[in-house]
């Protein structure tokens, strides 16, 4: 499958498993992690609506969140 191309399955569909993804999920590493770990493929998340400093801090729970995962 190409990135970005969804897959609904049917009853008499072959191809790809679906992929499996979660929302809302917290910007927490080890949720992170717990999901990989049962072969979630895809994890997302809603990001408050507002100005700049409102969505800046999401995004650096983000940011700090995904660094821990990886280590980087």
Do not use: C
């Amino acid at each position: 499958m190409e990135f970005g191309v969804g897959y609904f399955p049917t009853h008499d569909a072959v191809g790809p498993p679906p992929q499996i993804q979660v929302i809302s999920v917290p910007p927490d590493p080890k949720a992170l992690e717990r999901l990989d770990a049962i072969g979630v493929d895809r994890a997302l998340a809603w990001l408050p609506s507002g100005p700049w400093s409102v969505v800046e801090p999401a995004l650096e729970n983000w940011e700090r969140a995904i660094g821990e995962l990886t280590g980087s």
